[in-house]
Structures are given as structure tokens and as C-alpha cells.
């Protein structure tokens, strides 16, 4: 019986996948800005397009990064998680290695890893895409005039990948993952503290769902949970009204409703200098072109700061500045990247939060526009969505820490709250005067809270205060 059960035991570890292989490995040193000399390792690595339940439908070679202080045992082994979707987690690795040296490495206390996720940076096939809309400028913007237009460029984009044999319905988060997995098994490590930013963070709870094995604890960043990825138009309402208190601008939300109602009624047409060609044109502003430009910007601290100045002047009739804005939208809107059009569709919403956000959205200072236009895309990319289970809650024990400015729009606060909900050990820390992109490795009260989390200390749910945005009068 016992000759029986090993040998049934020795068939199975036969029959198990080895660890794909590293290749085309590269070793050369870097100095830090510091002067720290750090270790490079880069490598690729081929894994399949398509994994589970399916035919082959092709391969894929991924770019890796591992840094590490030379001739120096490992110690804890981190992985970064690079957002966007579409970010480069390779130079995202490099540039935090360059600006944060000695001291940066001494936090994380051991390897750092990162990789161009499928279709992105170095990684091959490339699905960086240079098509633009071509939006119009002598009309006013609205979903109505432009959904048709970006709809047909997407068509003819996904046709075109199609022919050169790659699968777009390959690029969903769930494959992801099992890359992020492939790339620990064949750099040879156990479990890894997991770092995710943003759409980083979404991608690391469904690694940790479908290989817990690989996973120690985590650090979210700006944190979008698996039903996360289309936005919620009333949060995006709760954060403006908190950006008018903390800018202590009262009269921010009057503004803007009186600036979007202007527009309804009436466009306006402003008159610029293109940059490149210096010759003038008009442009024609509607309401949802204020709406987009906001939607688009506010994650950026900077554009905060400028917002409550930018609708007084508006209000009294000066559209220059937005016009300048609306123009460089129009001029630059376009595909960017297939893989992150693949991969928000395939992580879709819930039926529930589809629903919700349509009857936010028609309230909503902003209305849809923080979704636009992805949400309305799946049938132009030809992208079904992930099971229904995808989108369920992730439930572990391992310890958690998620970091959320209370002023991101994006991935707010209600994002971290309802992510916790399952992770019994998760934390969340609250930043307050952050918005979607601060600066996670330049407070020092930052490093010390995670230097605390990475050394395994207690930590519980806090408030910190970064310094206040310089907002305009």
C-alpha cells in the first residue's frame, strides 16, 4: 500500500509544470544618486499567452528586474506591482532603486523585483498603441458625438492585433497574476511581500487569491479591489466637496455647477495658439468637456491646487486656461494601450455597480465622465468579461496595509474600507492631502510606518497628515 501511495506521489510530481526558466539573463552594476552601487539583474521570461482550460494561443516574453546590494544574502524578497494598467514595473523598480539608494534599500531589507506586465514596456508583444481619435475641435464634446468615433478607431485597432496573431481576450488580470507568480517560481523564491499601486493594487489581491502559497503580506496602494475598476460618480462627488473644505474654497462647488450649467445651455468657443503649428484656432467647450478635462486631471496633486482659481475664472466668463486643457485632451485622446483597454473590460463591474454607477451618473457633478469612455468599449475591443466570481471579495489571514489619500477620487476611501472587510489582519492608513499619486517613500512619516509593517510590528488603523497642497486663491 505504501509502494502504491509514493508511487502515485512520484507520478504526480512528475506531472507537475516546472518553473519556466529564466533567459537571456544580464548582470551589470548601478550607482544610486547616492552613490550606492546596486546589483541588476535583467532576464526575460517566456510564459503562455492563454493558460487555463484552453488551447495554446501563443507566448509571451516578459521583462524582469531584480535589485539587490551586491555579494548580500537576500533576506525578504519584495514584488512591485505596477499600475495603470499598463505602467512599466521595471523603471518603476530602477527609479525608486536610483532616487531612494541606501536608504530605500535598507527599508525593503532585501530584494526587489518588478516586471513589464504582458503587453507592456519591454515585454513582448508590445500593445502600446499610437492611435489617436482625432476628435473634432470645431464642436462641442459629448459621449454621443464621440463614442461612435473612438468606438470604430478601437475596432479597427483590435483587428489589427488580431491579424498579427495576438488574443486580446489573453490580457485579463487573472493571466496577469499567474505571470506574477511565474516570475517568483523562476526567480527561486518563497513567499514574497507583495507591493500593488492603484490598478498594481487590484492585480496583487487576485495574485493572492489564486496563489496564496507566493504571498506573505502586502502593502495597497491607492487600492482598487476586485469590483473596483469602473468608478463611483457619488465618491468622486464626496472627495470634490472635500477638496473645496480643505482648499478652503466654499464657493468651488457653486462654481462648478455654475460653469457646467453655462455650458449646457451654450458652449463657448475660445480662440488659441496651437503650440506646434502657432497658428490660431477656435475651440468649441460644452459641459463635458470641463467634465472629462476634471476627471482627468484631479488624481494629479497639481491640478488640485489649481482648481478652485480655474472656476472663479470661468465663472467670470475667462475660459483661456481651459481651453488650452480641452484642446490638449482632444489632441492626445486615443487607444494608449490595448492591454489596459483588455484588462479593465475583463475585470468589468458587477451587475450591482454597473448599476449603481449609471444611476449615480446621472446626478453626479461629473456625471460618467470619470469612466469615459472605457466603461462603453467591450463590444469595440471584442472582450468578454471575467466569471462573476472574479469580482467576489479576497478572504486571507496574511497581513495587510493599505495606504488611501482622503482626497483620491479614484481609488477613495471606500475602496480600502470595503477591501478590509474580508482580510481580518488588513490596516488602513488614511493620508490625508493625498490624492491619487503621492509621494509613498518621501515621508518620513510614511517609511517609518512601513518600515514598522515590514519588520512585522502591530500596526493599526491611523491617520497620517501629509503636508497641505498649496491650493491657488
Known sequence: MKLLVLGALLLATLAMPAAAQLRDVEERSMAANDGTVLAVTRAILHVPERRTGREPSGAIDLAVVRVRRPSKAAGQAHMLLAGGPGDSGVDEVLSLARQGGAAWLELMGGDVVGFDQRGT???RPSLASDVRYDLPLDQSGSPEAWLPVIREASRREAARLKAQGITLQA????ESADDVDAVRQALGYGKMIVWGRSYGSHLALVMLRRHPEGVARMVLVSPEGPDHTWKSPAQVDEVLAR????????????????VLDTLSHAPVAVAIANPATRTERTIQIGKFDVQLVVAQAIGDPRALAGMPAAFRQMVAGDYRTMAKLVHAARATMGVQSAMK???DLASGASDQRRARIAHQAESALLGNAINFPGID???AWQIAPLPTTFRAPVRSAIPVLLLVGDLDVRT???NATEIAATLPNAR??????AAHQFSLFGSPKLRALLGGFLAGQPIGDMTIALPALPFQK
Open 341 to 343: 483597454q483588455a484588462m
Open 412 to 414: 477613495p476611501i471606500a
Open 171 to 174: 490580457y485579463t488580470s487573472e
Open 243 to 258: 477638496i473645496a473644505v480643505r482648499a478652503a474654497a466654499p464657493d468651488l462647488i457653486g462654481n462648478m455647477r455654475k
Open 428 to 433: 488602513i492608513v488614511v493620508v490625508e492631502n
Open 121 to 123: 514596456g519591454a515585454s
Open 377 to 379: 468599449l467591450a463590444d
